[in-house]
Each structure stands twice: as structure tokens, then as C-alpha cells.
């Protein structure tokens, strides 16, 4: 069998080079193109896809639930901030019996936040490690339909703690949760993997469909 030389094997470290040259945990969507970048991925068959800057998707009750996402290509190295910005386009009038999640996903746990369509907003985090625990609920958080809000975290490594922030439409800020997580300084790895937003309708009743507008992603890095 001959051997492998140089010229044999150069694309491939070209191309890895390449990768590691392209890849970073950093993004800032705001959903302007044409078609969806082919970074995110859809699953579900409630999409409608790109309109006038947003991406718009609904979902039907047929126990699948409808999903864009993004996949990190280069775990964040140290602190960063995420957020993601939506319209509630019919959600809570009439009450579509239906919960969005925002959750991120990492080697060692997962960060979920849940807002239904009772107008209830809870912040979850399983650490893979028996510890799967609310970390604050909000009965009623004062939402409407057609109101756009941007959800945010940030998460300081050297502190092993997260902040969780919600901003109205009127640029008011309201803090959800700062600490630790579900076993106090457990956070580890719960956002390497993906993070991805989803529509999960819970009842066939009503007929309405809730639908929902993603006007803006990103993810920031820092040292």
C-alpha cells in the first residue's frame, strides 16, 4: 500500500485550518438576508421562514413542536451574553395553549426558559447531575400579543453565575434570576451545544395557532 505523502493529506489540513479560522461561539442574526443562513437549522413543520426581517414560525398540536436553532460551532472560552429578540405575534388572545422555550444546551446540563401562553414565565436548569430545578417563576408577566421583548443572559465565568433579563417593549428592564443555578455553583458546561427557540402547542383547543416572530439573535463573547 503506498504511503501517504504531503500533497496527499494538504486539503484536509487546509480545510481544518479554515474551519478553526471560521469557527466562534459569536453571532448576531438579525434575519435581513433573503434565505436563512444554513448555520441554523429548523425542525418542526410550522415554518413560515424569513419576512421582512424576522423569521416567523407556528406550531400545531401534534406533539413534535416546531424549532429554529443554532448550533455553537467554538464553545465560548470565557464570560459571554446572549439574547434573542420576539414578537409575540398570537399567543395569549385568544389563549393558544401553547409555551415557547428558549433553551441552551451544553455538555453538563441545560438552561431552559419557558414562557406560556397563560402569560407564565419559568426559568429552569438541569445540571445532568440529579439537579433539574426551577430557578424563578413569574405567574404573570404582563405580556401581549403583538409586543416585541428581547430576553437575555449573561454568564460570568469567573463568578460561575448567570443573570437573566427580560426588556418590554417600552425598554423597561426586568431581572428574572441572578445566582448560581439549580445546586449553587453547579452551572458547568450548559451552553456549548446549541441554543435554540421552540413552540410547543400542549392542546388541540382552540384551533388558533400561536405564532411568533424572531427578530433578532446573538451571542458575545468575553474574556
Do not use: C
Given at each position: 500500500?503506498?504511503?501517504?505523502?504531503?500533497?496527499?493529506?494538504?486539503?484536509?489540513?487546509?480545510?481544518?485550518?479554515?474551519?478553526?479560522?471560521?469557527?466562534?461561539?459569536?453571532?448576531?442574526?438579525?434575519?435581513?438576508?433573503?434565505?436563512?443562513?444554513?448555520?441554523?437549522?429548523?425542525?418542526?413543520?410550522?415554518?413560515?421562514?424569513?419576512?421582512?426581517?424576522n423569521y416567523r414560525?407556528?406550531?400545531?398540536?401534534?406533539n413534535n413542536g416546531?424549532?429554529?436553532?443554532r448550533s455553537i460551532?467554538?464553545?465560548?472560552?470565557?464570560?459571554?451574553?446572549?439574547?434573542?429578540?420576539?414578537?409575540?405575534?398570537?399567543?395569549?388572545?385568544?389563549?393558544?395553549?401553547?409555551?415557547?422555550?428558549?433553551?441552551?444546551?451544553?455538555?453538563?446540563?441545560?438552561?431552559?426558559?419557558?414562557?406560556?401562553?397563560?402569560?407564565?414565565?419559568?426559568?429552569?436548569?438541569?445540571?445532568?447531575?440529579?439537579?433539574?430545578?426551577?430557578?424563578?417563576?413569574?405567574?404573570?408577566?404582563?405580556?401581549?400579543?403583538?409586543?416585541?421583548?428581547?430576553?437575555?443572559?449573561?454568564?460570568?465565568?469567573?463568578?460561575?453565575?448567570?443573570?437573566?433579563?427580560?426588556?418590554?417593549?417600552?425598554?423597561?428592564?426586568?431581572?428574572?434570576?441572578?445566582?448560581?443555578?439549580?445546586?449553587?455553583?453547579?452551572?458547568?458546561?450548559?451552553?456549548?451545544?446549541?441554543?435554540?427557540?421552540?413552540?410547543?402547542?400542549?392542546?388541540?383547543?382552540?384551533?388558533?395557532?400561536?405564532?411568533?416572530?424572531?427578530?433578532?439573535?446573538?451571542?458575545?463573547?468575553?474574556?
Open positions: 500500500m503506498r504511503e501517504l505523502t504531503l500533497y496527499d493529506i494538504k486539503p484536509f489540513i487546509v480545510g481544518a485550518v479554515l474551519l478553526a479560522m471560521n469557527a466562534s461561539a459569536d453571532f448576531n442574526e438579525d434575519f435581513s438576508g433573503a434565505t436563512l443562513d444554513p448555520l441554523w437549522g429548523v425542525a418542526g413543520e410550522g415554518h413560515t421562514g424569513i419576512q421582512e426581517g414560525f407556528t406550531d400545531a398540536a401534534d416546531t424549532e429554529l436553532y460551532q467554538m464553545p465560548p472560552s470565557g464570560s459571554f451574553s446572549t439574547a434573542i429578540s420576539a414578537t409575540f405575534d398570537t399567543f395569549t388572545s385568544p389563549n393558544t395553549k401553547t409555551a415557547f422555550s428558549w433553551i441552551l444546551n451544553g455538555h453538563n446540563g441545560n438552561l431552559s426558559l419557558m414562557y406560556n401562553s397563560f402569560d407564565k414565565l419559568e426559568l429552569r436548569h438541569n445540571d445532568f447531575d440529579n439537579k433539574n430545578e426551577g430557578l424563578a417563576t413569574i405567574p404573570n408577566l404582563g405580556l401581549s400579543d403583538g409586543q416585541t421583548v428581547t430576553f437575555s443572559i449573561t454568564y460570568d465565568q469567573k463568578m460561575n453565575s448567570i443573570t437573566v433579563s427580560l426588556t418590554d417593549g417600552k425598554g423597561e428592564i426586568k431581572e428574572i434570576y441572578s445566582g448560581q443555578g439549580a445546586a449553587g455553583g453547579s452551572l458547568d458546561d450548559f451552553y456549548s451545544l446549541r441554543s435554540t427557540a421552540k413552540l410547543y402547542k400542549f392542546d388541540d383547543m382552540p384551533a388558533d395557532q400561536a405564532a411568533i416572530l424572531i427578530n433578532a439573535w446573538s451571542m458575545t463573547t468575553s474574556e
